[in-house]
């Protein structure tokens, strides 16, 4: 079993940065892949990034490449999203996923286990 506990949204002008955190309780977090999704009001959860168990494999979503990066510290069993050049349509609440394997359906919420209750991001156009 694993919790999480994101934190580090906020209200942000567009073109500004924010950087989430996820904390997960346990021993293994080493053991998981993380992921972050995201979900607007009135829209489908959407992938946003992903990494491997050791950190040394990232995914992102085609909406984001270029301006998130996605990170873990193992010893420290957090990870963490860096949102740089942040524009109004990233708005949304973010919410961090674990899951006890790696690989395949990074990008699909259903592959995921455990769930954070997520961080609103609002950015101001």
């Known amino acids: 079993q694993v919790a999480l506990t994101e934190s580090g949204g906020g209200v942000v002008q567009a073109g500004g940065s924010l950087r989430l955190s996820c904390v997960a309780s346990?021993?293994?977090?080493?053991?998981?892949?993380m992921g972050w999704f995201r979900q607007a009001p009135g829209k489908e959860r959407e992938f946003v990034a992903a990494?491997?168990?050791?950190?040394?494999?990232?995914y992102y979503g085609d909406s984001v490449k270029g301006r998130f990066t996605i990170s873990r510290d193992n010893a420290k069993n957090t990870a963490f999203l860096q949102m740089n050049d942040l524009k109004p349509e990233d708005t949304a609440i973010y919410y961090c996923?674990?899951?006890?394997?790696?690989?395949?359906?990074?990008?699909?919420?259903?592959?995921?286990?455990?769930w954070g209750q997520g961080t609103q991001v609002t950015v101001s156009s």
């Open positions: 346990g021993r293994t977090f080493s053991s998981y892949a």
């Open positions: 996923a674990a899951r006890p394997r790696d690989g395949a359906y990074y990008y699909s919420d259903k592959a995921y286990d455990y």
């Open positions: 990494i491997s168990w050791s950190g040394g494999r990232t």
